[in-house]
Nanobody
């Protein structure tokens, strides 16, 4: 069993910054792709950013230039540095990971989510 635990969410004023973390624990041989998703009230969950094990990244157009995704493979941890936050960034942010508990198996996991609120 694998658990993903997000942290770092909170209330921030427009223009401010937050750093989210996602720590994976449990039976893990390795982690392939990881990503951050978000869901605002009344909207569908959407992709924010993804990162491969090798460090290749992909961002939603709405966050390009403001958010930076990174990971520490040795710690099975992923981060999302969010700068220049806007009210429209308000959402629950979810961590996603494609985990290999053993070398020949892969399974997708989700975290429980962390609330990010951007408001003055």
């Amino acid at each position: 069993q694998v658990q993903l635990v997000e942290s770092g969410g909170g209330l921030v004023q427009p223009g401010g910054s937050l750093r989210l973390s996602c720590a994976a624990s449990g039976i893990i041989f390795s982690i392939d792709d990881m990503g951050w998703y978000r869901q605002a009230p009344g909207k569908q969950r959407e992709l924010v950013a993804t990162i491969t094990r090798g460090g290749s990244t992909n961002y939603a157009d709405s966050v390009k230039g403001r958010f930076t995704i990174s990971r520490d493979n040795a710690k099975n941890t992923m981060y999302l540095q969010m700068n220049s936050l806007k009210p429209e960034d308000t959402a629950v942010y979810y961590c996603n990971a494609l985990v290999r508990p053993i070398i020949l198996a892969r399974q997708q996991y989700w975290g429980q989510g962390t609330q990010v609120t951007v408001s003055s």
